[in-house]
């Protein structure tokens, strides 16, 4: 969070990624962990202007979340408040209300 947070998008993906290679060989794919890790590869991408992909990084980490935290839990709902961001970013304000009201 602290290299994003400085804007040092580069050497916060290198960490990120670093940390998912451990949480994917310790913990394996389906861990809270891992979905967490997803999530803030997601944010830098997000940062970085890069919606797709950082859409595609915050729907693997909802995807782990829902199966292994459950819809209420509030991981999901950061991650469903996130996609509900980028949404919004792109334009699709309908479709950005929908993520915003689950995150509730």
Not at 31 to 48: C, D, F, K, M
Not at 55 to 60: A, C, E, L, N, S
Not at 78 to 96: C, F, M, P, R
């Amino acid at each position: 969070n602290v290299l994003y947070n400085q804007g040092n998008y580069e050497e916060a993906m290198r960490q990120y990624l670093k940390a998912l290679e451990i949480n994917l060989k310790a913990l394996g794919p389906e861990h809270s962990s891992t979905a967490g890790t997803y999530h803030e590869i997601g944010n830098v991408l997000y940062y970085q202007g890069k919606y797709e992909k950082a859409m595609q990084q915050y729907q693997k980490a909802l995807e782990i979340k829902l199966k292994t935290l459950g819809p209420e839990h509030s991981s999901t709902a950061t991650t469903y408040h996130s996609i509900g961001n980028v949404l919004h970013d792109q334009g699709k304000y309908e479709e950005a209300k929908r993520q915003y009201l689950k995150a509730l």
